[in-house]
């Protein structure tokens, strides 16, 4: 293995390693599913102690780039997106400053009566309805998610619009709404037949549940989101100061 290290730089030296290992994952010199050398192989090669090497592969396993398996070694794994949380975006926008490219699939919009959860959370009457829009959303063409949205009338969006761009421009640029904040909750689960059929995983594969109520600037709850993620496609990330 070929990599310089700077001992007088200011970069601590696992970051060395860690940048040097990710820059030859990148360029196609460790594969999806491919070995990184041992432990002790990078510590003599590099002449660096076990606890640089640990700290660098550590870098490396928060960024979701390789995984240990116990008796097999450290593996070079395709990595996860990751939606940064709490800054409240529509998911096209999240992707899109990220450089992914993103693509949805309308499954379908139907005005319905909402069943109880969304009713309540919504704080609507037994008569008010909803519309419900479900869509297949697609990162780099792979299928990452399943979104289903739940618009109270009161908004005022048309059923006939076209919903496979994001639908907080189409709200604030074309229905003037002012969307301020949002409350979302995580939970995981194993997928059900239709969701996996949908997201071409198996039955019972790990999934993450997301469920987001959103907010104008009036306090008026105007969307209720249930979102099904690829629990081995995609991660939620939180940074938390105190």
Known sequence: MEMKLDSEAPTPLYHQVARKLEEEIKNGKYEVGDKLPPEKDLEKNLNVSRTTVR???????????????????????????QECLPQLQSFTEEMSLRGYSVNSKVLGV??????????????????????????????????????????PNYVGISIDEDFSGSLYKKLENEYKVEIDEGKTTITSSIATEKEANLLDIEKKDPILKYDRLTFNKKGEEIEFVEGVYRADKYQFKVRLKR
């Open 55 to 81: 700290k660098a592969l550590d870098t490396l396993l928060q960024k979701g780039l390789i995984e240990r398996k116990r008796g097999v070694g450290t593996i070079v794994v395709e990595p996860k997106v």
């Open 110 to 151: 139907n005005k319905i009566k909402p069943k109880a959860n969304i009713q309540n959370a919504l704080r609507l009457s037994d008569e008010e309805e909803v519309i419900k829009i479900e869509r297949i959303r697609f990162i780099e063409e792979q299928k990452l998610a399943l979104h289903t949205a739940y618009i």
